[in-house]
């Protein structure tokens, strides 16, 4: 069976509780690609056992880190995932007609389906989009920003309902966590673009976004797990702001 002209790439550092599963679901492409920044345990030897070309390369960022990686893909179309995702087959059914169809698409942008809580979110919340398979030709990763690095496209770009498994999120330690992580990167990126804290953003940030998740995007279906899970993505949008506050007032 010919493999399809696809190059995965995937940016980790110790990753070897989530790195098999997401190599797994990646046998049928022709390249997968792994940059890995530096593990300590056995990230590295799990992927090369599954197939994978791992390098070495530095922590540059996460803009950087994934558009060197994706600059040693041999394929035209590129596919970039994380250690703690899993494509899923129809995902990649999807893949396989996308690049075989004539068509002047240039990316497709397709839907990720978080697991939390021991659990999948219900069938009838509005699943968050991430744009992962692109011609790397029209392709560049936002390099001055320090988190959610893209990526940005140039051309024409296409959607699909097919979702690929995300197990990053799996408990509420591991998401307040990156939450916190993430937050932080972003105020700084803010920051440094000269940006300015808002008051009225400051009250309406965290009512508004709990009202976007829960009611728009339907996380109210999922009980108790969506209940949280909305709150906690407004904390998120409030620490962005509070920390951006907070370097405006100390960073002088």
């Given amino acids: 069976m010919d493999k399809i002209p696809i190059s995965v790439f995937i940016i980790a550092q110790d990753e070897e509780q989530h790195i098999a599963r997401v190599l797994d679901s990646c046998q049928q492409f022709s390249e997968i690609i792994l940059v890995d920044s530096g ?4 990230t590295k030897s799990i992927a090369e056992s599954k197939g994978a070309k791992v390098l070495h390369h530095d922590w540059a960022g996460y803009a950087k880190q994934k558009q060197y990686a994706m600059s040693l893909c041999k394929n035209d179309w590129v596919l970039n995932l994380d250690a703690d995702e899993e494509l899923t087959p129809d995902l990649i059914e999807a893949f396989k007609h996308f690049i075989s169809s004539e068509h002047d698409f240039v990316a497709l942008k397709c839907r990720r389906n978080d697991l939390f809580i021991g659990r999948f979110f219900s069938k009838l919340t509005r699943l968050p989009t991430n744009t992962r398979l692109f011609k790397k030709e029209h392709v560049q990763y936002y390099i001055n920003n320090l988190v959610h690095e893209g990526p940005e496209i140039k051309g024409k770009l296409k959607h699909t309902n097919k979702f690929f498994n995300h197990y990053g999120y799996s408990n509420i330690d ?17 920051f440094n673009k000269g940006k300015k804290p808002s008051l009225l953003k400051l009250i309406l940030i ?41 370097l405006s007032k100390t960073s002088k």
């Fill in 39 to 42: 593990s300590s345990d056995n």
């Fill in 174 to 190: 591991q998401l307040t966590e990156k939450y916190n992580k993430y937050s932080t990167l972003k105020a700084q990126e803010k």
């Fill in 206 to 246: 965290y009512p508004l976004e709990f009202i976007r998740n829960y009611f728009i995007y339907r996380y109210c279906f999922s009980g108790f797990r969506g209940f949280i899970f909305a709150n906690l993505s407004a904390y998120y949008a409030l620490s962005k702001e509070v920390k951006l506050y907070e």
